[in-house]
C-alpha cells in the first residue's frame, strides 16, 4: 500500500493564505513589508530559488527587492550591503542566498544580519533562543516548515523515534531541538557520516528526516513500515530522458513509498514549505519591529 503523500505546494498555499489577516492588519498601521534579498553570483539553482521567492513574496503582497553582487565580489563588499540593509528602516527581512562563493565566511554575512531582519533564522541570537526552547522568533525556515506538515497533517510524533540523517546548522541540528521540545516530546537520534549501523538505526524510526544532500542515500529497505518519511534533500541526476537532461530527486528512494506511511515528495514538498515558512517569518519580523 502506497504511502500518503505529504503535499507541501498545498500546505504551503494554505500558510500563505493564513498570513493574509497579519498583512492586512500591518497595512492598516501604515507598514509593508519589505523583503530584501542578496544574490552572489550566477549559480543556476540560486537564480530559481530567488525567483521563486519572489513569486512568492506578489502572492502575499510582500514588497521584495533583490540585490545582485558579482560573483568576484569581496567579504567586505557583501558585509557593506548587508550594513546598509540593516539602517534601512524600510526593509523588514534580509536573506543572503547560499551558496556564497568560495572565500567567503557565510557565518561571518549571517551574523552581521540584525537579529530582528534575520528571515532565515540562522543568526546566532536567533538559534540561541531556539537552544533555550524559545520557538515564538524567528526560526529557520525548512525546519520550521517540516514542524508545520508534521502538525498540519495531524501526525503525531510524541514519544516516538526520530531520526534526523545530516548535522547542519541549517537544517539537522534546529530539526533535532524542534523535535525534542516540551510538547512535541520526540526521542532524537541525529545520524551523520561517520554513524555506524546507520540502515539498522533507519529500521527502528518511526519518523525519518533525510538532509544529507545525496541522490537516493537512504534505500527503501531502511525505512521502517507505516514511517513518516520527510525527504528534505533536492538533488539533480543525470537523466537523458528528460528534455532538461536531468531529474530531481530527494535523499531517500522514491519507491521508499510503497513502504512508509507518510511521505513527502520531490519536488513539491519540503520545497515550497521552506518558502512558505520565509513569507511567514518576513510577516512576523515587521511585527516586531512596528511594535
Known sequence: MSAVVLDGKKIGRLIEEELQNRFIDLQSKGVSPHLAVVIV????????????????????????????????????????????????????????????????????????????????????????????????????????????????????????????????????????????????????????????????ICRRADLVVAAIGRPEFVKSDWIKPGATVIDVGINRVIDSSKKSGYRLVGDVESNASDIAGHITPVPGGVGPMTIAMLMSNTILATEIQSR
Open 41 to 200: 553570483g550566477d549559480d543556476p539553482a540560486s537564480h530559481v530559488y530567488v525567483r521563486n521567492k519572489e513569486l512568492a513574496c506578489e502572492r502575499c503582497g510582500i514588497k521584495s527587492t533583490r540585490i545582485d553582487l558579482s560573483e568576484g565580489i569581496s567579504e567586505q563588499e557583501i558585509l557593506d550591503t548587508v550594513n546598509r540593509l540593516n539602517s534601512d528602516d524600510s526593509v523588514h527581512g534580509i536573506l543572503v542566498q547560499s551558496p556564497l562563493p568560495k572565500g567567503i565566511n557565510e557565518s561571518l554575512i549571517t551574523d552581521a544580519i540584525s537579529p530582528e531582519k534575520d528571515v532565515d533564522g540562522f543568526h546566532k541570537m536567533n538559534l540561541g533562543r531556539l537552544v533555550q526552547g524559545d520557538s515564538s522568533g524567528l526560526l529557520p525556515c525548512t525546519p520550521a516548515g517540516v514542524m508545520k506538515i508534521l502538525d498540519l497533517s495531524k501526525i503525531d510524533i510524541s514519544g516516538k523515534n526520530a531520526l534526523i540523517i545530516g548535522r547542519s546548522r541549517i537544517v539537522g541540528m534546529p530539526m533535532s531541538i524542534l523535535l525534542a521540545q516540551r510538547g512535541i516530546d520526540a526521542t532524537v537520534t541525529i545520524a551523520h557520516s561517520r554513524t555506524q549501523n546507520l540502515s539498522e
